[in-house]
Protein backbone atom coordinates (compact mmCIF):
# COMPACT_ATOMS: atom_id res chain seq x y z
CA UNK A 1 0.00 0.00 0.00
CA UNK A 2 2.86 2.56 1.04
CA UNK A 3 4.71 1.46 -2.31
CA UNK A 4 1.60 1.70 -4.34
CA UNK A 5 0.92 5.34 -2.63
CA UNK A 6 5.14 6.78 -3.07
CA UNK A 7 4.10 5.36 -6.96
CA UNK A 8 1.09 7.02 -7.35
CA UNK A 9 2.28 10.57 -6.16
CA UNK A 10 5.49 10.08 -8.42
CA UNK A 11 2.70 10.08 -11.38
CA UNK A 12 0.87 12.36 -9.98
CA UNK A 13 3.73 14.76 -9.53
CA UNK A 14 4.77 14.17 -12.87
CA UNK A 15 1.56 15.51 -14.18
CA UNK A 16 1.09 18.44 -11.44
CA UNK A 17 4.76 20.27 -12.56
CA UNK A 18 4.05 19.44 -16.16
CA UNK A 19 1.20 21.11 -16.21
CA UNK A 20 0.99 24.18 -18.21
CA UNK A 21 -2.25 25.54 -15.58
CA UNK A 22 0.36 25.05 -12.25
CA UNK A 23 2.37 27.59 -13.44
CA UNK A 24 0.09 29.58 -14.90
CA UNK A 25 -1.83 29.27 -11.14
CA UNK A 26 1.62 29.87 -9.64
CA UNK A 27 2.39 32.73 -11.69
CA UNK A 28 -1.38 34.52 -10.57
CA UNK A 29 -0.72 34.35 -7.28
CA UNK A 30 2.60 35.58 -6.97
CA UNK A 31 1.53 38.39 -8.98
CA UNK A 32 -1.30 39.32 -7.05
CA UNK A 33 1.06 38.92 -3.72
CA UNK A 34 3.28 41.16 -4.91
CA UNK A 35 0.73 43.59 -5.65
CA UNK A 36 -1.18 43.64 -2.43
CA UNK A 37 2.66 43.94 -0.73
CA UNK A 38 3.27 47.02 -3.56
CA UNK A 39 -0.25 48.28 -2.61
CA UNK A 40 0.42 48.76 0.95
CA UNK A 41 4.33 49.58 0.33
CA UNK A 42 2.53 52.85 -1.64
CA UNK A 43 0.22 53.33 1.31
CA UNK A 44 3.45 53.85 3.53
CA UNK A 45 5.40 55.76 0.78
CA UNK A 46 1.99 58.05 0.53
CA UNK A 47 1.66 58.29 4.46
CA UNK A 48 5.28 59.33 5.33
CA UNK A 49 6.10 61.43 2.35
CA UNK A 50 8.73 59.21 1.03
CA UNK A 51 7.25 58.79 -2.70
CA UNK A 52 6.87 62.58 -3.23
CA UNK A 53 10.03 64.05 -1.49
CA UNK A 54 8.04 64.27 2.01
CA UNK A 55 6.64 67.63 1.48
CA UNK A 56 2.83 65.99 0.78
CA UNK A 57 1.36 63.08 3.14
CA UNK A 58 -1.53 61.28 2.80
CA UNK A 59 -2.35 60.18 6.08
CA UNK A 60 -6.06 58.18 5.50
CA UNK A 61 -4.71 55.19 7.84
CA UNK A 62 -3.73 55.76 11.35
CA UNK A 63 -0.32 56.14 13.24
CA UNK A 64 -1.22 52.65 14.49
CA UNK A 65 -2.00 51.34 11.45
CA UNK A 66 0.89 52.26 9.23
CA UNK A 67 3.07 50.78 12.20
CA UNK A 68 1.21 47.85 11.35
CA UNK A 69 1.92 47.66 7.92
CA UNK A 70 5.60 48.40 8.02
CA UNK A 71 5.13 45.42 9.89
CA UNK A 72 3.90 43.75 7.24
CA UNK A 73 6.47 44.94 4.91
CA UNK A 74 9.24 43.69 6.94
CA UNK A 75 11.12 40.56 8.33
CA UNK A 76 9.65 38.75 10.13
CA UNK A 77 6.00 40.28 9.53
CA UNK A 78 6.18 39.61 5.89
CA UNK A 79 6.18 36.10 6.15
CA UNK A 80 2.84 36.60 8.16
CA UNK A 81 1.44 38.81 5.61
CA UNK A 82 2.88 36.17 2.70
CA UNK A 83 1.25 33.52 4.63
CA UNK A 84 -2.17 35.76 4.68
CA UNK A 85 -2.01 35.80 0.89
CA UNK A 86 -1.97 31.94 0.53
CA UNK A 87 -4.81 31.82 2.90
CA UNK A 88 -6.69 34.51 0.79
CA UNK A 89 -5.92 34.55 -2.60
CA UNK A 90 -4.06 31.42 -2.51
CA UNK A 91 -7.28 30.07 -1.45
CA UNK A 92 -9.11 30.33 -4.83
CA UNK A 93 -6.48 29.10 -6.72
CA UNK A 94 -5.82 26.14 -4.96
CA UNK A 95 -9.70 25.51 -5.47
CA UNK A 96 -8.80 26.20 -9.36
CA UNK A 97 -5.92 23.32 -9.14
CA UNK A 98 -7.13 21.15 -7.72
CA UNK A 99 -10.38 21.05 -9.87
CA UNK A 100 -8.07 21.10 -12.90
CA UNK A 101 -6.05 18.25 -11.43
CA UNK A 102 -8.79 15.49 -10.01
CA UNK A 103 -11.75 17.28 -13.10
CA UNK A 104 -9.32 16.61 -15.87
CA UNK A 105 -8.77 12.82 -15.60
CA UNK A 106 -12.34 12.41 -15.95
CA UNK A 107 -12.62 15.14 -18.74
CA UNK A 108 -9.76 13.48 -20.53
CA UNK A 109 -10.73 9.91 -20.26
CA UNK A 110 -7.23 9.62 -18.19
CA UNK A 111 -8.97 8.40 -15.13
CA UNK A 112 -9.89 4.74 -16.39
CA UNK A 113 -6.66 4.23 -18.02
CA UNK A 114 -4.88 4.68 -14.51
CA UNK A 115 -7.39 3.02 -12.54
CA UNK A 116 -5.89 -0.38 -14.72
CA UNK A 117 -2.59 0.68 -13.74
CA UNK A 118 -3.67 1.66 -10.20
CA UNK A 119 -6.53 0.06 -9.03
CA UNK A 120 -6.43 1.21 -5.72
CA UNK A 121 -9.25 4.31 -6.04
CA UNK A 122 -7.96 5.43 -1.96
CA UNK A 123 -4.70 5.30 -2.82
CA UNK A 124 -5.36 7.15 -5.99
CA UNK A 125 -7.55 9.82 -4.35
CA UNK A 126 -4.83 10.34 -1.65
CA UNK A 127 -1.94 10.46 -3.48
CA UNK A 128 -4.14 13.53 -5.30
CA UNK A 129 -4.28 15.15 -2.50
CA UNK A 130 -0.76 14.62 -0.64
CA UNK A 131 0.70 15.82 -4.74
CA UNK A 132 -1.67 19.17 -3.89
CA UNK A 133 -0.30 19.76 -0.76
CA UNK A 134 3.63 19.28 -1.78
CA UNK A 135 2.49 21.44 -4.79
CA UNK A 136 1.34 24.32 -2.65
CA UNK A 137 4.05 23.75 -0.23
CA UNK A 138 6.09 24.27 -2.55
CA UNK A 139 3.97 27.50 -3.71
CA UNK A 140 4.39 29.18 -0.09
CA UNK A 141 7.91 28.35 0.21
CA UNK A 142 8.65 30.35 -3.25
CA UNK A 143 6.25 33.09 -1.59
CA UNK A 144 8.12 33.37 1.81
CA UNK A 145 11.45 33.79 -0.67
CA UNK A 146 9.92 36.31 -2.70
CA UNK A 147 8.59 38.29 -0.04
CA UNK A 148 11.51 37.91 2.35
CA UNK A 149 13.25 39.70 -0.97
CA UNK A 150 10.47 42.22 -0.94
CA UNK A 151 11.56 42.69 2.97
CA UNK A 152 14.73 43.61 1.84
CA UNK A 153 14.30 46.08 -0.99
CA UNK A 154 11.63 47.84 1.63
CA UNK A 155 14.24 48.04 3.83
CA UNK A 156 16.97 49.36 1.70
CA UNK A 157 14.22 52.07 -0.08
CA UNK A 158 12.22 52.76 2.95
CA UNK A 159 14.08 52.41 5.57
CA UNK A 160 11.58 50.00 7.60
CA UNK A 161 14.06 47.93 9.30
CA UNK A 162 13.74 44.23 9.06
CA UNK A 163 15.23 41.73 12.43
CA UNK A 164 15.16 37.57 11.87
CA UNK A 165 16.04 35.96 14.67
CA UNK A 166 16.69 32.31 15.16
CA UNK A 167 12.46 32.60 16.88
CA UNK A 168 11.29 33.44 13.83
CA UNK A 169 12.84 30.68 11.39
CA UNK A 170 11.68 28.11 13.91
CA UNK A 171 7.69 29.82 13.67
CA UNK A 172 8.14 29.48 9.88
CA UNK A 173 7.55 25.49 9.95
CA UNK A 174 4.49 25.98 12.31
CA UNK A 175 3.18 28.97 9.95
CA UNK A 176 3.56 27.12 6.63
CA UNK A 177 1.90 23.57 8.42
CA UNK A 178 -1.04 25.89 9.36
CA UNK A 179 -1.04 27.52 5.95
CA UNK A 180 -1.61 23.89 4.09
CA UNK A 181 -3.78 23.04 6.79
CA UNK A 182 -6.17 25.93 6.47
CA UNK A 183 -6.58 25.09 2.68
CA UNK A 184 -7.12 21.69 3.06
CA UNK A 185 -10.83 21.89 3.71
CA UNK A 186 -11.38 23.96 0.67
CA UNK A 187 -9.11 20.98 -1.73
CA UNK A 188 -10.85 18.40 -0.53
CA UNK A 189 -14.70 19.94 -1.03
CA UNK A 190 -12.90 20.73 -4.85
CA UNK A 191 -11.96 17.39 -5.23
CA UNK A 192 -15.49 16.03 -3.95
CA UNK A 193 -16.95 18.61 -6.36
CA UNK A 194 -15.05 17.26 -9.31
CA UNK A 195 -15.73 13.76 -8.41
CA UNK A 196 -19.17 14.09 -7.86
CA UNK A 197 -19.75 16.42 -11.17
CA UNK A 198 -17.01 14.28 -12.94
CA UNK A 199 -15.46 17.65 -14.59
CA UNK A 200 -13.05 20.27 -13.39
CA UNK A 201 -15.98 22.73 -14.09
CA UNK A 202 -17.89 20.97 -11.33
CA UNK A 203 -14.81 21.19 -9.00
CA UNK A 204 -13.82 24.98 -9.49
CA UNK A 205 -18.04 25.72 -9.40
CA UNK A 206 -18.36 23.26 -6.49
CA UNK A 207 -14.73 25.21 -4.04
CA UNK A 208 -15.87 28.69 -5.41
CA UNK A 209 -19.42 28.53 -4.14
CA UNK A 210 -18.50 26.75 -1.06
CA UNK A 211 -15.63 29.68 -0.38
CA UNK A 212 -18.01 32.62 -1.14
CA UNK A 213 -20.87 31.44 0.66
CA UNK A 214 -18.24 30.37 3.80
CA UNK A 215 -16.87 33.41 3.61
CA UNK A 216 -19.94 35.29 3.86
CA UNK A 217 -21.01 33.21 6.83
CA UNK A 218 -17.99 34.57 8.64
CA UNK A 219 -19.91 37.75 8.96
CA UNK A 220 -22.15 35.98 10.74
CA UNK A 221 -19.38 35.80 13.29
CA UNK A 222 -20.80 39.38 15.22
CA UNK A 223 -24.13 37.37 16.19
CA UNK A 224 -22.12 35.27 18.54
CA UNK A 225 -22.38 38.00 20.91
CA UNK A 226 -26.30 37.26 21.25
CA UNK A 227 -25.58 34.29 23.52
CA UNK A 228 -23.53 31.31 23.84
CA UNK A 229 -25.45 29.22 22.42
CA UNK A 230 -25.51 31.17 18.70
CA UNK A 231 -22.13 31.66 19.45
CA UNK A 232 -21.25 28.07 19.96
CA UNK A 233 -23.60 27.55 16.76
CA UNK A 234 -21.73 30.00 14.79
CA UNK A 235 -18.49 28.40 15.61
CA UNK A 236 -19.13 25.09 14.17
CA UNK A 237 -19.64 27.14 10.61
CA UNK A 238 -16.19 26.75 9.03
CA UNK A 239 -14.80 30.26 8.43
CA UNK A 240 -14.76 31.49 12.37
CA UNK A 241 -11.98 28.72 12.66
CA UNK A 242 -10.25 29.36 9.65
CA UNK A 243 -10.21 33.21 10.81
CA UNK A 244 -8.42 31.49 14.41
CA UNK A 245 -5.59 29.62 12.46
CA UNK A 246 -4.93 32.85 10.26
CA UNK A 247 -4.83 35.07 13.04
CA UNK A 248 -2.47 32.73 14.89
CA UNK A 249 -0.60 32.36 12.34
CA UNK A 250 -0.02 36.32 11.97
CA UNK A 251 0.53 36.81 15.46
CA UNK A 252 3.47 34.44 15.01
CA UNK A 253 5.36 36.85 13.24
CA UNK A 254 4.45 40.16 15.34
CA UNK A 255 0.91 41.16 13.55
CA UNK A 256 -2.10 41.97 14.75
CA UNK A 257 -4.95 41.56 12.30
CA UNK A 258 -7.39 43.39 14.25
CA UNK A 259 -5.00 46.92 13.84
CA UNK A 260 -6.56 47.02 10.28
CA UNK A 261 -10.14 45.16 10.76
CA UNK A 262 -11.78 46.98 13.06
CA UNK A 263 -14.41 44.25 12.37
CA UNK A 264 -12.55 41.54 13.48
CA UNK A 265 -13.27 40.55 17.13
CA UNK A 266 -10.77 38.40 18.65
CA UNK A 267 -12.57 37.93 21.43
CA UNK A 268 -15.53 36.18 19.64
CA UNK A 269 -13.38 33.65 17.69
CA UNK A 270 -13.30 30.14 18.65
CA UNK A 271 -10.01 28.37 20.81
CA UNK A 272 -7.41 27.03 18.68
CA UNK A 273 -7.99 23.73 19.68
CA UNK A 274 -11.54 23.93 18.69
CA UNK A 275 -10.61 25.43 15.33
CA UNK A 276 -8.42 22.73 14.51
CA UNK A 277 -10.90 19.97 15.66
CA UNK A 278 -13.60 22.15 13.32
CA UNK A 279 -11.24 22.29 10.08
CA UNK A 280 -10.18 18.83 11.12
CA UNK A 281 -13.53 17.46 10.59
CA UNK A 282 -14.87 19.51 7.88
CA UNK A 283 -11.40 18.08 5.72
CA UNK A 284 -12.59 14.08 7.08
CA UNK A 285 -16.04 14.90 5.98
CA UNK A 286 -15.21 16.46 2.44
CA UNK A 287 -12.52 13.29 1.77
CA UNK A 288 -14.73 10.91 2.76
CA UNK A 289 -17.27 12.19 0.43
CA UNK A 290 -14.68 12.20 -2.54
CA UNK A 291 -13.67 9.23 -1.76
CA UNK A 292 -17.06 7.48 -1.50
CA UNK A 293 -17.97 8.83 -5.17
CA UNK A 294 -15.13 7.66 -6.18
CA UNK A 295 -15.30 4.45 -4.85
CA UNK A 296 -19.12 3.48 -6.05
CA UNK A 297 -19.05 4.68 -9.35
CA UNK A 298 -18.75 3.24 -12.57
CA UNK A 299 -15.66 4.91 -14.44
CA UNK A 300 -16.63 4.81 -18.01
CA UNK A 301 -15.47 6.56 -20.73
CA UNK A 302 -14.34 10.78 -21.25
CA UNK A 303 -17.07 13.24 -20.00
CA UNK B 1 -5.52 -25.40 -20.49
CA UNK B 2 -7.14 -22.75 -17.86
CA UNK B 3 -9.05 -20.07 -19.05
CA UNK B 4 -7.38 -16.49 -18.88
CA UNK B 5 -11.00 -15.06 -18.58
CA UNK B 6 -13.95 -16.44 -17.23
CA UNK B 7 -17.59 -14.87 -17.15
CA UNK B 8 -20.48 -15.98 -15.42
CA UNK B 9 -24.25 -14.56 -16.18
CA UNK B 10 -22.14 -11.30 -16.21
CA UNK B 11 -24.97 -8.86 -16.31
CA UNK B 12 -25.29 -5.05 -16.24
CA UNK B 13 -28.02 -2.72 -15.64
CA UNK B 14 -28.32 0.86 -16.58
CA UNK B 15 -31.66 1.77 -15.00
CA UNK B 16 -34.17 -0.55 -17.06
CA UNK B 17 -31.60 -0.52 -19.96
CA UNK B 18 -29.48 -3.98 -19.97
CA UNK B 19 -26.18 -3.17 -21.61
CA UNK B 20 -25.08 -6.86 -21.11
CA UNK B 21 -27.23 -9.28 -20.29
CA UNK B 22 -26.29 -12.93 -18.55
CA UNK B 23 -22.90 -13.20 -20.29
CA UNK B 24 -20.80 -16.75 -20.45
CA UNK B 25 -17.73 -16.68 -21.98
CA UNK B 26 -14.29 -18.24 -21.52
CA UNK B 27 -11.17 -17.36 -23.36
CA UNK B 28 -8.22 -20.03 -22.98
CA UNK B 29 -4.84 -18.73 -21.87
CA UNK B 30 -2.53 -17.84 -24.67
CA UNK B 31 -5.30 -17.55 -27.51
CA UNK B 32 -6.75 -14.55 -29.34
CA UNK B 33 -10.36 -14.39 -29.10
CA UNK B 34 -12.37 -11.76 -30.53
CA UNK B 35 -15.64 -9.88 -29.75
CA UNK B 36 -17.45 -8.52 -31.88
CA UNK B 37 -20.70 -7.09 -31.91
CA UNK B 38 -22.80 -3.65 -33.53
CA UNK B 39 -22.69 -0.79 -31.84
CA UNK B 40 -24.15 -0.37 -28.70
CA UNK B 41 -24.11 -4.18 -28.47
CA UNK B 42 -22.12 -3.84 -25.08
CA UNK B 43 -18.44 -4.98 -25.68
CA UNK B 44 -17.31 -2.17 -24.17
CA UNK B 45 -18.51 -2.76 -21.09
CA UNK B 46 -17.57 -5.83 -21.13
CA UNK B 47 -14.43 -5.31 -21.42
CA UNK B 48 -14.61 -2.50 -18.76
CA UNK B 49 -16.12 -4.87 -16.03
CA UNK B 50 -13.52 -7.44 -16.95
CA UNK B 51 -10.75 -4.50 -15.71
CA UNK B 52 -13.17 -3.78 -12.57
CA UNK B 53 -14.26 -0.36 -13.36
CA UNK B 54 -17.92 -0.70 -13.91
CA UNK B 55 -19.25 -2.61 -10.95
CA UNK B 56 -21.66 -5.82 -12.47
CA UNK B 57 -25.06 -5.89 -11.56
CA UNK B 58 -25.52 -9.23 -11.76
CA UNK B 59 -23.26 -12.69 -12.19
CA UNK B 60 -19.13 -12.35 -12.19
CA UNK B 61 -16.04 -12.32 -13.67
CA UNK B 62 -12.49 -14.08 -12.91
CA UNK B 63 -9.59 -12.76 -14.72
CA UNK B 64 -6.36 -14.23 -14.83
CA UNK B 65 -7.56 -16.49 -11.44
CA UNK B 66 -8.99 -13.61 -9.36
CA UNK B 67 -12.56 -12.64 -9.23
CA UNK B 68 -12.90 -9.21 -10.43
CA UNK B 69 -14.44 -6.57 -7.70
CA UNK B 70 -12.77 -8.42 -4.97
CA UNK B 71 -10.71 -5.15 -4.10
CA UNK B 72 -7.55 -4.81 -4.12
CA UNK B 73 -7.04 -6.03 -8.00
CA UNK B 74 -3.48 -7.45 -7.90
CA UNK B 75 -4.34 -8.99 -11.35
CA UNK B 76 -4.62 -5.60 -12.98
CA UNK B 77 -0.76 -5.46 -12.80
CA UNK B 78 -1.00 -8.94 -15.12
CA UNK B 79 -3.15 -6.93 -17.46
CA UNK B 80 -2.83 -4.11 -20.91
CA UNK B 81 -5.95 -2.56 -21.62
CA UNK B 82 -6.76 -0.48 -24.27
CA UNK B 83 -10.20 0.57 -23.93
CA UNK B 84 -12.27 2.02 -26.91
CA UNK B 85 -10.66 6.36 -27.74
CA UNK B 86 -7.07 6.57 -26.51
CA UNK B 87 -6.95 8.31 -23.53
CA UNK B 88 -3.90 10.93 -22.26
CA UNK B 89 -2.66 14.15 -21.48
CA UNK B 90 -2.65 16.26 -24.07
CA UNK B 91 -0.13 18.73 -21.96
CA UNK B 92 2.31 16.07 -21.69
CA UNK B 93 4.71 14.22 -24.60
CA UNK B 94 4.16 10.59 -25.42
CA UNK B 95 7.22 9.49 -23.83
CA UNK B 96 5.78 11.28 -20.17
CA UNK B 97 2.12 9.84 -20.90
CA UNK B 98 4.02 6.48 -20.57
CA UNK B 99 6.11 7.80 -17.87
CA UNK B 100 2.93 8.76 -15.82
CA UNK B 101 1.37 5.18 -16.19
CA UNK B 102 4.74 3.87 -15.39
CA UNK B 103 5.36 5.26 -11.73
CA UNK B 104 1.34 4.74 -11.04
CA UNK B 105 2.18 0.94 -12.12
CA UNK B 106 5.48 0.63 -10.09
CA UNK B 107 7.13 -0.24 -13.68
CA UNK B 108 10.38 0.15 -14.30
CA UNK B 109 10.95 3.35 -16.70
CA UNK B 110 13.38 1.43 -19.28
CA UNK B 111 10.32 -0.32 -20.11
CA UNK B 112 8.68 2.41 -22.12
CA UNK B 113 11.88 2.15 -24.39
CA UNK B 114 11.37 -0.86 -25.36
CA UNK B 115 7.28 -0.54 -25.94
CA UNK B 116 7.96 2.44 -28.16
CA UNK B 117 9.76 0.75 -31.14
CA UNK B 118 7.01 -1.77 -31.04
CA UNK B 119 4.26 0.75 -31.98
CA UNK B 120 6.64 2.61 -34.18
CA UNK B 121 6.52 5.91 -31.99
CA UNK B 122 10.18 5.95 -31.02
CA UNK B 123 10.40 8.85 -33.34
CA UNK B 124 7.87 10.96 -31.77
CA UNK B 125 7.64 9.99 -28.40
CA UNK B 126 9.17 13.54 -27.26
CA UNK B 127 6.20 15.77 -29.14
CA UNK B 128 3.55 16.86 -27.34
CA UNK B 129 0.03 13.65 -27.10
CA UNK B 130 -1.88 16.74 -28.23
CA UNK B 131 -0.32 17.45 -31.39
CA UNK B 132 -0.43 13.47 -32.40
CA UNK B 133 -2.94 11.90 -35.40
CA UNK B 134 -5.70 9.88 -34.27
CA UNK B 135 -3.43 7.01 -35.34
CA UNK B 136 -0.35 8.13 -33.13
CA UNK B 137 -2.57 8.51 -30.37
CA UNK B 138 -3.70 4.51 -31.21
CA UNK B 139 0.03 3.39 -31.20
CA UNK B 140 0.40 5.29 -28.12
CA UNK B 141 -2.60 3.48 -26.11
CA UNK B 142 -1.25 -0.03 -27.44
CA UNK B 143 2.43 1.00 -26.24
CA UNK B 144 0.57 1.73 -23.14
CA UNK B 145 -1.45 -1.68 -22.45
CA UNK B 146 2.22 -3.20 -23.49
CA UNK B 147 3.71 -1.27 -20.59
CA UNK B 148 3.36 -3.61 -17.71
CA UNK B 149 4.54 -7.06 -20.17
CA UNK B 150 1.18 -8.27 -19.45
CA UNK B 151 -0.27 -12.18 -19.69
CA UNK B 152 -3.14 -10.78 -21.10
CA UNK B 153 -4.11 -7.74 -23.62
CA UNK B 154 -7.09 -6.20 -24.07
CA UNK B 155 -7.59 -4.12 -27.15
CA UNK B 156 -10.63 -2.41 -28.38
CA UNK B 157 -10.51 -1.14 -31.95
CA UNK B 158 -6.33 -1.28 -31.81
CA UNK B 159 -6.22 -0.38 -35.63
CA UNK B 160 -9.25 2.32 -35.38
CA UNK B 161 -7.52 5.36 -37.42
CA UNK B 162 -4.66 3.86 -38.77
CA UNK B 163 -3.04 3.96 -42.25
CA UNK B 164 -3.19 0.56 -43.84
CA UNK B 165 0.42 0.20 -43.40
CA UNK B 166 -0.31 0.77 -39.71
CA UNK B 167 -3.13 -1.84 -39.56
CA UNK B 168 -0.85 -4.05 -40.89
CA UNK B 169 1.83 -3.40 -38.75
CA UNK B 170 -0.47 -3.94 -35.62
CA UNK B 171 -1.96 -6.84 -36.84
CA UNK B 172 1.61 -8.58 -37.17
CA UNK B 173 2.04 -7.18 -33.26
CA UNK B 174 -1.01 -8.44 -31.88
CA UNK B 175 0.38 -11.80 -33.38
CA UNK B 176 4.02 -11.81 -32.29
CA UNK B 177 1.97 -10.98 -28.86
CA UNK B 178 -0.14 -14.08 -29.06
CA UNK B 179 2.92 -16.18 -30.51
CA UNK B 180 4.84 -15.06 -27.33
CA UNK B 181 1.86 -16.65 -24.99
CA UNK B 182 0.36 -13.79 -24.04
CA UNK B 183 -3.65 -14.17 -23.98
CA UNK B 184 -5.18 -11.61 -26.53
CA UNK B 185 -8.97 -10.38 -26.07
CA UNK B 186 -9.71 -8.40 -29.61
CA UNK B 187 -12.72 -5.91 -30.17
CA UNK B 188 -12.79 -4.68 -33.16
CA UNK B 189 -15.70 -3.73 -35.46
CA UNK B 190 -13.29 -4.76 -38.68
CA UNK B 191 -14.73 -8.68 -39.43
CA UNK B 192 -12.18 -9.45 -41.78
CA UNK B 193 -9.24 -8.23 -39.26
CA UNK B 194 -11.08 -10.84 -36.56
CA UNK B 195 -11.25 -12.85 -39.19
CA UNK B 196 -7.61 -12.98 -39.50
CA UNK B 197 -6.43 -12.88 -35.97
CA UNK B 198 -8.55 -14.83 -34.07
CA UNK B 199 -8.76 -18.16 -33.17
CA UNK B 200 -12.29 -17.93 -31.75
CA UNK B 201 -15.18 -15.48 -31.63
CA UNK B 202 -17.92 -14.17 -29.53
CA UNK B 203 -20.48 -12.25 -31.34
CA UNK B 204 -22.87 -9.80 -29.38
CA UNK B 205 -26.39 -8.26 -29.68
CA UNK B 206 -28.41 -5.89 -27.50
CA UNK B 207 -25.83 -7.03 -24.82
CA UNK B 208 -26.49 -11.16 -25.63
CA UNK B 209 -24.46 -13.54 -26.38
CA UNK B 210 -25.85 -15.22 -29.83
CA UNK B 211 -22.51 -16.91 -31.32
CA UNK B 212 -19.27 -18.33 -30.40
CA UNK B 213 -17.41 -20.49 -31.54
CA UNK B 214 -14.02 -20.63 -33.70
CA UNK B 215 -13.95 -18.93 -36.74
CA UNK B 216 -14.16 -22.26 -38.89
CA UNK B 217 -16.94 -23.20 -36.76
CA UNK B 218 -19.10 -20.31 -37.36
CA UNK B 219 -18.71 -20.61 -40.83
CA UNK B 220 -19.30 -23.75 -41.78
CA UNK B 221 -22.21 -24.05 -39.60
CA UNK B 222 -25.46 -24.01 -41.70
CA UNK B 223 -23.19 -23.01 -44.96
CA UNK B 224 -24.79 -25.38 -47.25
CA UNK B 225 -23.92 -26.37 -50.63
CA UNK B 226 -24.04 -24.44 -54.37
CA UNK B 227 -25.15 -26.24 -57.49
CA UNK B 228 -25.69 -25.38 -61.10
CA UNK B 229 -27.39 -28.42 -62.68
CA UNK B 230 -27.91 -28.70 -66.89
CA UNK B 231 -31.42 -29.35 -67.83
CA UNK B 232 -34.73 -30.07 -65.26
CA UNK B 233 -34.02 -27.76 -62.53
CA UNK B 234 -37.23 -28.70 -60.47
CA UNK B 235 -36.58 -32.48 -61.09
CA UNK B 236 -32.89 -32.03 -59.34
CA UNK B 237 -35.33 -30.05 -56.36
CA UNK B 238 -37.21 -32.64 -56.18
CA UNK B 239 -34.47 -34.94 -55.62
CA UNK B 240 -32.38 -32.96 -52.99
CA UNK B 241 -35.65 -32.49 -50.74
CA UNK B 242 -36.23 -36.13 -50.93
CA UNK B 243 -32.75 -36.72 -49.01
CA UNK B 244 -32.85 -36.95 -44.92
CA UNK B 245 -30.24 -34.05 -44.01
CA UNK B 246 -31.14 -31.32 -47.17
CA UNK B 247 -33.28 -29.02 -45.05
CA UNK B 248 -33.98 -26.58 -47.88
CA UNK B 249 -33.17 -25.67 -51.27
CA UNK B 250 -33.28 -22.04 -52.78
CA UNK B 251 -33.14 -20.89 -56.26
CA UNK B 252 -31.01 -18.18 -57.09
CA UNK B 253 -31.37 -17.65 -60.86
CA UNK B 254 -29.10 -20.52 -62.73
CA UNK B 255 -27.97 -21.94 -58.69
CA UNK B 256 -29.48 -23.99 -56.20
CA UNK B 257 -28.55 -23.16 -52.54
CA UNK B 258 -28.56 -26.51 -50.67
CA UNK B 259 -28.80 -26.35 -46.87
CA UNK B 260 -26.91 -29.06 -46.19
CA UNK B 261 -23.37 -29.65 -44.68
CA UNK B 262 -20.77 -28.92 -47.30
CA UNK B 263 -18.79 -32.08 -45.72
CA UNK B 264 -21.12 -33.56 -48.21
CA UNK B 265 -20.74 -32.39 -51.63
CA UNK B 266 -19.08 -35.59 -52.88
CA UNK B 267 -21.87 -37.18 -51.95
CA UNK B 268 -24.72 -34.96 -53.72
CA UNK B 269 -22.80 -35.13 -56.39
CA UNK B 270 -22.88 -39.02 -56.85
CA UNK B 271 -26.27 -38.76 -55.99
CA UNK B 272 -27.67 -36.12 -58.40
CA UNK B 273 -25.52 -38.45 -61.50
CA UNK B 274 -27.00 -41.38 -60.26
CA UNK B 275 -29.83 -39.87 -60.80
CA UNK B 276 -29.10 -38.59 -64.11
CA UNK B 277 -29.12 -34.84 -63.50
CA UNK B 278 -26.57 -33.07 -64.97
CA UNK B 279 -23.68 -31.39 -62.29
CA UNK B 280 -22.35 -28.83 -64.42
CA UNK B 281 -21.05 -27.11 -60.99
CA UNK B 282 -21.24 -27.75 -57.34
CA UNK B 283 -19.41 -26.53 -54.58
CA UNK B 284 -19.74 -25.69 -50.65
CA UNK B 285 -20.84 -22.39 -50.35
CA UNK B 286 -18.15 -19.76 -49.32
CA UNK B 287 -19.66 -17.46 -46.38
CA UNK B 288 -17.34 -14.30 -44.81
CA UNK B 289 -17.93 -13.78 -41.13
CA UNK B 290 -18.79 -10.25 -42.33
CA UNK B 291 -22.09 -12.52 -44.01
CA UNK B 292 -22.76 -14.87 -40.68
CA UNK B 293 -22.17 -11.67 -38.29
CA UNK B 294 -24.86 -9.93 -40.21
CA UNK B 295 -27.25 -12.46 -40.77
CA UNK B 296 -26.99 -13.80 -36.90
CA UNK B 297 -27.03 -9.96 -35.85
CA UNK B 298 -29.94 -9.38 -38.50
CA UNK B 299 -27.81 -5.90 -39.41
CA UNK B 300 -28.73 -6.28 -42.99
Redesign the interface.
Known amino acids: MI ?2 LR ?2 I ?2 EW ?2 LS ?3 LSWVLLGVFLGLMLLYLATWALVVMLHTGALIGGNTRFEVLSPAQIVELQRQLSVPGIFGAVLGQVNSTGGICAIILAAGFLGSDYT ?3 L ?9 RGAYLLAKLITLQIGILVTILIALLIGALFALVCSSTLGIPSHLRPGDLLALPVGVLRSLYIILPYVMLTLASAAFGRSALAGVGGGLIFLALDVSAGSLNTIGVVSPLVRWLVNLLLQPNINTLVVLNSQLFGLDQSVLLSSLDLGLLPSPLHATLVIAAYSGFFFWGAYRLLLRR ?5 Y | MTAAIVTESLTKRYGARVAVDQLSLSVDHGEIFGLLGPNGAGK ?1 TTI ?1 ML ?5 PSAGRAIVLGHEVGV ?3 PF ?1 RR ?1 G ?1 M ?3 P ?6 SGY ?1 NL ?3 A ?5 AEVRINAVLPMVGMADRARDKAGTYSQGMRQRLAIA ?1 AL ?2 TPELIILDEPTNGLDPAGTVEIRDLIRELAADGRTILLCSHLLHEVEQLCGRVAILKEGRLIAQGTVNELLCRDSGIRLHVEGDQDRAITLLRALPWVSGVVVEGDLLLVNAPATRVAELNAYLTRNEVAVAEIGARERSLESFFLEVTGDH
Do not use: M, Q
Not at chain 2, 51 to 55: D, K, N, Q, S, T
Open positions: TDNLAALKRRPWGTRVLLTRAPHDVVGA | TTLGLVRSPSLVAIETALYPYLDRVLRAGGIALP
